[in-house]
């Protein structure tokens, strides 16, 4: 699986992530676990094809004892198995890495 994996992270960042993330309603179906929305713009033909069956979509982010990892995979909130998922292209990879460093840039959490 390819990740994007932040390590070495206190407790106490750790929380303040997680409560951040639940804020903004991204919480999955387990606990640390997160679904982080890939903007409609930088989906490829076929997920905006299948937006309305399979989507929204995510990359998952979980929350582990000192890390936190982001998979780069598109899925869909409404179907677990489509041609539509897939490993995320450069630029939704390259937006949802910005997107996170700027996150715990944000919330002020040291790595």
């Known amino acids: 699986m390819r990740t994007y994996l932040l390590e070495d992270i206190y407790e106490t960042d750790l929380k303040k992530i997680s409560n951040a993330l639940t804020e ?5 179906g387990l606990d640390d676990l997160f ?3 890939v903007p409609n713009e930088l989906l490829q033909d076929e997920q ?3 937006l309305n069956e399979c ?3 995510f990359m998952a982010l979980e929350i ?3 890390a936190i990892s982001v998979e780069l995979l598109v899925r869909g909130r409404n179907k677990l ?3 539509c998922v897939c490993y995320a292209t450069k630029e939704q990879r390259n937006h949802m890495l910005d997107y996170i ?3 715990i ?7």
């Open 48 to 50: 905006k094809e299948h």
């Open 105 to 111: 840039d944000d919330l002020d959490v040291s790595l």
């Open 101 to 103: 460093d700027k996150f």
């Open 24 to 28: 903004l309603e991204f919480t999955g």
């Open 55 to 57: 989507g929204p979509y």
């Open 35 to 37: 679904y982080i929305p």
């Open 81 to 83: 198995r489509c041609s």
């Open 64 to 66: 582990t004892e000192s």
